[in-house]
């Protein structure tokens, strides 16, 4: 069992930066890939970037490349989402998510997670 709890959420002014930190319990986490996404109202959960247990491999979504970065540091059994140059289309509940590593299994699918985070607010105004 993996809890996860989201925090750093905020309003920023488009341009701003956040940095999203996501705790999690239990002394399996370095055994967790993790990954972040997103849902905006009305909107599908959608992925924003993953990373595996290593940290050696990172993934993103294309409208966040370049902007977001992902890392973890598995001794603080914490992954860290930090969000630069923020955009109002950022705007969205964030999540994080734990999966065990399966295979060539892909990050970007909500259902190839076993634990969930409640998510925090991140806002971008205009």
């Known amino acids: 069992q993996v809890q996860l709890i989201e925090s750093g959420g905020g309003l920023v002014q488009a341009g701003g930066s956040l940095r999203l930190s996501c705790a999690a319990s239990g002394r399996t986490f370095s055994s967790y890939d993790m990954g972040w996404f997103r849902q905006a109202p009305g909107k599908e959960r959608e992925f924003v970037a993953g990373?595996?247990?290593?940290?050696?491999?990172?993934y993103y979504k294309d409208s966040v490349k370049g902007r977001f970065t992902i890392s973890r540091d598995n001794a603080k059994n914490t992954v860290y989402l930090q969000m630069n140059n923020l955009k109002p289309e950022d705007t969205a509940v964030f999540y994080c998510?734990?999966?065990?590593?399966?295979?060539?299994?892909?990050?970007?699918?909500?259902?190839?997670?076993?634990?969930w985070g409640q998510g925090t607010q991140v806002t971008v105004s205009s």
């Open positions: 990373i595996s247990w290593s940290g050696r491999s990172t």
């Open positions: 998510a734990a999966k065990l590593p399966v295979g060539n299994g892909g990050y970007t699918l909500p259902r190839q997670y076993n634990y």
